[in-house]
């Protein structure tokens, strides 16, 4: 099944006409059943090393820390609630919501963040139809682990370089949105191409997003920049929190 | 009070002394006690350090000077599981509490950390949730219930531990007035029939002289007096630079009595108090009704 | 941000509610697989329908589905036009739009109806899974079926305090909107930081105080979870059959290409 070349105006209008519907934009989460067999196991596969990695992290952490856990079940139920944040996105004329990996990630490290959108993830799709069970391990991916080490990736590289601790949060922030937007377009389309034109949906399925998702992936910077402010100024001990053991 | 022997005073706290790390003296040489089976209100208005009070008192908080014992024994020998099967605390917000998804489970957290067979565990959920009116809500979802309800589980998780004293941070504050009387009633009963200590800090002090056996009343981390309702409530200069204030029909009859003069006798304390002392000073030509009291 | 959790219908006590909920989650992941296989539109078509029907026997009102399955749905009907515009060559149906003429192909058209039609099934079937079984049976089941209890903690933690958050992030939000927290873009930006921010200081604090009152009762480092009761015979019988159903019927109907 290949895409011919003229489909690509009609491709670009007809994902972008879905941001038109009212209700939310699934535009981050793979909703359940799109992905054929072999690609849900596949990111299932895929995701499962970086979930035992966090798993690892989270024992020895807990057994060092006791109430480590506690933090992390709750730093998850704010994660969980930011993306249930409905931004109004003016660009596409809908709403959609920030991922909050970013953020979470700077502040307990990507190996636990990962563990925290597992969970996440999981009670969205049961109770939200939001992303999907079969869904589950490409979103995981998307969201936790691309999210989650690129935004923190982000973060540590720009205060190697000397660039405002400020500014620093925005980028992961950005970086971490726009990732997950990446490759929740590749891991679509990927699916969708069905077989070995998956190049031919990639770009498409990138431009059709990107209304939504570019002035979105800012506003999650805004916001990782300034939920990282409020934090550091009014509880500058918990900043303390990944520089000890951040896994990176 | 006095001439009661050091093992009699189930909860002892001399010398307490407590400092935040921010520096801000939360507890400053607080002399508390309590005797086994008794009702005891910790009266203060906010931020005079009820909270720090209660946390050392359950080994949450480490006292910095002075010494807590509970039956006798010193706190600091306690291990964790012996200490929690004495004293149980129940927070101010439920929702720090209960942490589990449904009601049944968070009942039976406790139990199961104690390392009870699941079938007595069971069977302390159910007398747990029985004994606070809740047996009805035991297979929802926390969040689903309603503020008082969430109130009553949270006594019921700890009331499953079957402590011997129970610890109440503002266990009344965010109630409706029928919840409000409903948890004092529940906590009467608990400690008149069960004969389960109850400590309870509190700034609100209309239904205290009903319940309280013993007032003791804080203010800036330090104990500015203790008694029985009564003596506390007549004090009324203490009462006012402490922050607070007299039950509301004290405040009423004390002003009868001290601006306009009429002849009450004491300080009646509860409503039931006052209406028969009202009674004794009216003609009993003006009384229409019948009134109970004087049938008697 | 008061968002409409199916967790709300999984209180009550029907038919579904009431089953054991290994069964429901077996029959919810053979549903799901079945579905994933199939492939033709017929059979995921079918299973939509079914749970459709399942929730609707539970009385669960409909304007809550069409809420949750307006998303989904949206999304399968994009699937039928990307595909019937784009993939194929036999046509089925043109026509002109704004000066571009597009023509339906039926190749695409029907994979575009087997993958909206994946779509929905899947997305009923854990729609209806969610609405009719408690968030603290679900978490047993992971735990018997092999998910480490460290996880299944912090599932719990996140399902419970995810409500309490929520409130507190409502709140916040209305008290910045009723000072005009929120009446110009750059104000919004900031708003939105600090709101995030206060959401995440709350959770950190809440952590703290959680954590006092679980070793107030006895907390060591895990929350016990009690074992699951046995299942009864029906339930048992179910969680065979019904699978062993979706398995006969994806042989006989979802199997073919269609």
Same mark, same amino acid.
Not at chain 1, 7 to 16: D, K, L, M
Not at chain 1, 66 to 74: C, D, E, N, Q, Y
Not at chain 2, 152 to 168: C, F, K, Q, T, Y
Not at chain 3, 103 to 108: C, I, N
């Given at each position: 099944m290949t895409v011919p070349r003229r489909?690509? !105006?009609?491709?670009?209008?007809?994902? @972008? &006409?879905?941001?038109c519907f009212p209700g939310r934009a699934h535009a981050m989460h793979? @909703?359940?059943g799109i992905l054929p067999p072999a690609w849900a196991g596949f990111w299932f596969l895929v995701a499962a090393p970086f979930l035992v990695l966090g798993m690892r992290e989270l024992r020895i952490r807990s057994g060092r820390e006791?109430?480590?856990? &506690?933090?992390?079940?709750?730093v998850g139920a704010a994660v969980f609630v930011l993306s249930c944040m409905p931004i109004p996105v003016p660009t596409a004329g809908s709403c959609s919501h920030p991922c909050g990996t970013g953020l979470a990630a700077i502040l307990i490290g990507p190996g636990i963040t990962v563990v925290v959108a597992s969970a996440a993830l999981l009670l969205q799709a049961l109770f939200l139809a939001h992303g999907g069970l079969t869904t589950l391990g490409a979103n995981l991916v998307s969201m936790g682990v691309v999210g989650a080490y690129l935004g923190s990736g982000a973060f540590l590289v720009a205060r190697k370089v000397r660039i405002p601790w400020l500014l620093a949060a925005f980028l992961a922030g950005v970086v971490s949105d726009w990732g997950t937007y990446a490759t929740t377009s590749f891991e679509l389309s990927a699916a969708?191409? #069905?077989d070995g034109s998956m190049g031919s949906l990639f770009l498409p399925i990138l431009a059709a997003f990107a209304p939504t998702q570019v002035p979105l992936g800012i506003f999650e910077g805004f916001l990782a920049a300034g &939920?990282?402010?409020?934090?550091?100024?009014?509880?500058?001990?918990?900043?303390?929190?990944?520089?000890?053991e951040g896994a990176v | 009070m006095t001439g009661v022997r050091d093992g009699e005073w189930a909860v002892k706290a001399e010398g307490v002394s407590f400092v935040y790390p921010e520096g801000t003296k939360a507890l400053d040489g607080v002399d508390f006690r309590v005797r086994k089976g008794e009702f005891v209100a910790v009266l203060a208005s906010n931020g005079s350090g009820k909270s720090t009070l209660i946390k050392v008192l359950t080994g949450l908080l480490q006292a910095k000077k002075g010494t807590v014992r509970i039956s006798g024994r010193d706190i600091r020998e306690y291990s964790s599981k012996a200490l929690y099967q004495e004293i149980g605390v129940v927070f101010q917000d439920p929702d720090d509490q209960l942490f589990c998804a449904s009601v049944e489970e968070d009942v039976a957290f406790g139990p199961r950390n104690l390392g009870l067979p699941e079938a007595e565990v069971r069977n302390r959920v159910s007398t747990a949730l029985e004994a606070v009116g809740a047996i009805g809500l035991r297979n929802r979802a926390v969040h689903h219930l309603s503020f008082g309800e969430k109130k009553?589980?949270?006594?019921? #998780?700890?009331? @499953?531990?079957?402590?011997?004293?129970? !610890?109440?941070d503002e266990a009344t504050a965010g109630l409706d007035p029928a919840g409000e009387a409903l948890m004092m009633r529940l906590l009467h009963r608990l400690n008149r029939e069960r004969g389960i200590m109850v400590i309870l800090a509190t700034h609100s002090v209309d239904l205290l002289p009903l319940f309280a056996d013993r007032i003791c009343v804080l203010q800036r981390g330090k104990v500015l007096k203790e008694g029985t309702a009564e003596a506390i409530f007549c004090d009324h200069e203490m009462i006012e630079r402490a922050g607070l204030r007299l039950p509301y029909i004290s405040g009423l009859l004390h002003d009868l009595k001290q601006y306009d003069g009429v002849p009450i006798e004491g300080l009646p304390l509860t409503v039931g108090d006052a209406r028969k002392r009202l009674l004794e000073l009216i003609p009993e030509a003006l009384i229409v009704g019948k009134c109970l009291w004087r049938d008697k | 941000m008061t968002e409409l959790f199916s967790d709300i219908f999984a209180g009550r006590n029907d038919v579904l509610t009431r089953m054991d909920a290994r069964a429901?989650?077996?029959?919810?992941?053979?549903a799901l697989l079945a579905v994933l296989f199939s492939r033709n539109a017929l059979f995921p078509a079918g299973v939509f329908a079914a749970c459709l029907s399942g929730m609707f026997l539970v009385r669960i009102p409909a304007k809550w589905i069409s809420f949750r399955i307006a998303g989904p749905a949206a999304f399968a009907l994009v699937l039928v036009l990307l595909f019937g515009f784009t993939v194929g060559v036999t046509p089925m149906a043109s026509g002109s739009f704004a000066g571009i003429r597009l023509?339906?192909?039926?190749? #695409?058209?029907?994979?575009g109806l087997l993958l909206g039609a994946r779509v929905l099934g899947a997305t009923s079937v854990v729609l209806l899974l969610g609405a009719v079984t408690p968030a603290h049976r679900i978490f047993h089941v992971l735990l018997r079926a092999g998910i480490p209890a460290e996880w299944v903690e912090i599932a719990m933690l996140v399902y419970r305090y995810a409500f309490v958050l929520l409130e507190h992030a409502a709140e916040v939000s209305a008290a910045q909107r009723v000072r005009l927290g929120y009446s110009h873009p750059a104000k919004s930006m900031s708003s939105i930081g600090t709101l995030g921010g206060t959401v995440i200081l709350r959770s950190i604090d809440q952590a703290v105080r959680t954590h006092e009152a679980m070793t107030a009762r006895g907390y060591t480092g895990s929350i016990p979870f009690g074992p699951m009761a046995s299942m009864g015979r029906r339930d048992r019988w179910v969680a065979i059959s019904v699978p062993l159903l979706f398995l006969t019927a994806w042989l006989l109907v979802g199997r073919g290409q269609g």
């Open positions: 489909g690509g !105006i009609a491709f670009i209008s007809c994902v @972008a &006409a879905l941001l793979i @909703a359940d006791p109430r480590f856990k &506690a933090l992390v079940g709750l969708l191409a #069905g &939920a990282y402010r409020l934090i550091r100024t009014r509880r500058p001990e918990l900043m303390d929190l990944p520089q000890e | 009553r589980v949270a006594v019921a #998780g700890v009331l @499953a531990m079957e402590p011997s004293a129970l !610890i109440l | 429901k989650v077996a029959c919810a992941i053979s023509t339906l192909m039926e190749e #695409g058209v029907r994979r």
